[in-house]
Each structure stands twice: as structure tokens, then as C-alpha cells.
């Protein structure tokens, strides 16, 4: 047999002793001096008030009804027991008011603080604040002075319900936010992403289409690897935004697991698409490096080798060996590319992008705290190079 949960165990108990002030309040009201069991007269209106104030908190929310909205919840049971009060006051007749009304005027003032729209919130909240102080008028009059020392005491209560539905508000709103800034910063990530991936492919369709032409007047029997080099890069393209568009549209929390970024796995698969029938990429990886290593190090090295491997067609296309490196330095990870060109290239100036990639690389890598340089070899070519500071996760 299970056991409640804790919540439950207190949501029992409260609504428990709900209903057992409840039961007071239909004493009092029906008691005639007489008898224990309430058989008088003003029973029937206590009865009337109180259900309809349980109806509207008890009403479980898999079930409520769409009408039934915070604000019909909090401003009908209000209504009716201040129309209870004036009509009390109206026809000078004395009736009585318990723990259970006064409870349920408090717990609706609750729920419209917090859950009702901001308009309606002030209107429900006034609407509920008035029945409660319009309570000890039914019982004393409105010339009674112990009318002055109920109200006192209502203050009281109202302004520590109000303020606390008020404070848990704020938090609520605070988280919702925080929740909304969040998945921004991460779709403003996943929208670089995906600049990162098709600028990548989209650049190689190009240069490999440039040598395609090329080798059709000279080598057309070796066309073939091109033009699969091509399609595959396409292929990867098109999927890549595929995927990040997927979860740009998506909302819930799994879409930052499914962010396309990459790992140290992946710049092997990167290398490999990246050589041609004119160049050669080396991988050398470390045998000291680990696959253990926190996911945001091992993104940040995959973009550090496809901003270079990209950067390579755009303005080395004439290299001809490229040499990607996965080195253990003292507990860091170093990742670096170089290459052998002389800085050759016959892609279209409009191909050659903003020149802001290394800005952006820079940004992430140091954000990381790690260290990224990029500049001329001691000899021919260019070398990106990056260090970060990683601990095992």
C-alpha cells in the first residue's frame, strides 16, 4: 500500500480543517438554544455561502470547467456572502459568522492576488477584502464599537494573505522570465549554430564545385569523388538546419539537449569531410586526451575546427595539407589547425564572410577560460590555435 506524499498528507490536513471550521460556522448559524442539531432559520443562507466558497477552492483542477476561472472562483463566493451581510444589515437582523466563512474569504483573496490577470487581480481582491470586512457588521451592527476591533483583526489577516500571495507572485513572474531570458540566449546560440554549420558546408559546396569545373576540362575520371564530396555536403547541410529549426520551433526543456553542437568524436568526421582529392587533413590526437571532458570544452574545440577548416577554403584554398592537432598540455586541452597555403583563393568576395567568425570563436573560448590565437606560421600557412582549461566531467 503507498503512502501520500507529504503534500498530499498536508493538503489533506488542510482541507480537513476547512471543513471542521466549516461545521462551526453551521452551528452557530443554526443554533436556537435548544439543541445541538442547527435547526434554525438562518442555517440556510450560512449553508448556501459556504458551499458555494468550497465549491469554488475544492473544485479539483482536472475537472474544473472552463468558465470557472480564477476570477468567477474568487469574486462569486464574495459577492455572496457580502450580499448575506448587507441583507443581514438591510432587515436589522443578527446572524452569525464562523471561522470556516472567514477562512474561505481569505484563501479566495489568495488565489486572486496571485492567479487572477493583473486587472482583475485589484478587482477580485477588493471584491473579497470587502466581504470579509463586512462580516462583523451581519453579527453587531454597524454602531457596535467591537465592529472596529473585528475589522482591525480582518486588516490584519488580509495583509498577511495579500502579501503573501503577492510575494510568491513575484517569484513566479521572476521565474517566468528567467525561463523566457534563458531559452532566448539559447536560441540566440542555436541560430550561431547554425550560421557555424551551413557557412561550413555551403563553403565547401563551393570550393568543390570550383574544382569540379576545373578537373572537367582537365581530370573528368576523378569527378566522381568531387561530386559525392558535394552531395554529401549538401546532405549535411540541409540536415544541419533541419535539426536547428526543429528546435528553434520546439519549447519544452528537452530542446537544448537536442542543440547540434559537436564533440571531439565529431572533429574526426569533420577532418574526414573536409579532405579532397587536393588536400590532405591530418588528425592527431593524443592518446592522453580524454573523451571524459565537460560538454561546453568539447563544443568550443569542435567550432574552433570547423571556423578553421571553413576559413582554410575561404582564403588558403591552395593549401594542400592541413594538420588538426588534440593535445594533453599540463591538464589543458590544445587544440590547434594549420595549414600550408599561401593565402590563394578564387571564391566570389561574397563568400568570404564578415570577417567576424575569429571574434565570435574568441568570445566563446575565452568565456570558457581558455586562450585563442590565430596568425602566420613561422613558415608557409596560417594556424588557429586554442587552449582550455578542463576538468574532467
Not at 40 to 50: C, E
Not at 176 to 189: F, G, H, P, Q, Y
Not at 230 to 250: C, F, K, P, Q, Y
Request: hydrophobic share 50%; with cysteine.
Amino acid at each position: 500500500m503507498k503512502s501520500g506524499s507529504p503534500r498530499g498528507c498536508a493538503r489533506g490536513f488542510a482541507v480537513g480543517l476547512l471543513l471542521a471550521a466549516c461545521v462551526v460556522d453551521v452551528l452557530y448559524a443554526g443554533s436556537d438554544g435548544t439543541s445541538v442539531i442547527p435547526t434554525a432559520g438562518p442555517v440556510w443562507p450560512t449553508l448556501a455561502v459556504l458551499s458555494v466558497g468550497l465549491a469554488a477552492l475544492l473544485w479539483p483542477d482536472e475537472r474544473r470547467p472552463e468558465w470557472l476561472t480564477p476570477q468567477v472562483r474568487t469574486a462569486v463566493p464574495a459577492l455572496a456572502s457580502a450580499l448575506y451581510s448587507v441583507g443581514s444589515l438591510a432587515t436589522l437582523s443578527a446572524n452569525m459568522f464562523g471561522p470556516g466563512e472567514v477562512v474561505i474569504l481569505l484563501c479566495l483573496l489568495f488565489i486572486a492576488v496571485r492567479q487572477c490577470p493583473p486587472r482583475w487581480a485589484w478587482v477580485c481582491g477588493a471584491v473579497d477584502v470587502g466581504a470579509l470586512l463586512l462580516l462583523p457588521v451581519r453579527l453587531l451592527g454597524p454602531l457596535d464599537a467591537a465592529v472596529l476591533g473585528f475589522m482591525l483583526v480582518g486588516l490584519v489577516l488580509i495583509g498577511i494573505f495579500a502579501g503573501l500571495a503577492v510575494y510568491l507572485r513575484t517569484m513566479d513572474y521572476r521565474r517566468t522570465l528567467a525561463v523566457s531570458e534563458t531559452r532566448r540566449a539559447e536560441r540566440v546560440a542555436i541560430a550561431a549554430d547554425l550560421h557555424d554549420f551551413v557557412a561550413h558546408h555551403v563553403t565547401g559546396i563551393l570550393v568543390q564545385t570550383q574544382m569540379a569545373r576545373m578537373m572537367a576540362q582537365t581530370q573528368p575520371q576523378e569527378l566522381d569523388p568531387v561530386l559525392a564530396g558535394i552531395e554529401r555536403a549538401a546532405t549535411e547541410a540541409l540536415a544541419s538546419m533541419r535539426r536547428t529549426v526543429g528546435v528553434l520551433r520546439d519549447t519544452d526543456e528537452e530542446a537544448a539537449e537536442r542543440r547540434p553542437v559537436g564533440d571531439l568524436a565529431g572533429i574526426a568526421e569533420l577532418a574526414d569531410g573536409f579532405a579532397s582529392p587536393v588536400q590532405q587533413v591530418t588528425l592527431r590526437r593524443d592518446a592522453a586526451v580524454s573523451d571524459d571532458l565537460p560538454h561546453e570544452v568539447q563544443a568550443a574545440a569542435f567550432r574552433v575546427v570547423q571556423e578553421a577548416l571553413t576559413n582554410v577554403r575561404r582564403h588558403a584554398a591552395d593549401a594542400s595539407h592541413v594538420e588538426v592537432r588534440l593535445r594533453d598540455d599540463a591538464g589543458r586541452l590544445e587544440v590547434s589547425v594549420a595549414d600550408d597555403g599561401r593565402g590563394g583563393t578564387q571564391l566570389p568576395a561574397a563568400a568570404h564572410g564578415g570577417g567576424f567568425g575569429l571574434v565570435g570563436l574568441k568570445e566563446r573560448v575565452t568565456a570558457l577560460g581558455g586562450d585563442l590565437h590565430a596568425g602566420p606560421r613561422g613558415g608557409l600557412g596560417w594556424e588557429v590555435r586554442a587552449v582550455f582549461p578542463v576538468r574532467k566531467s
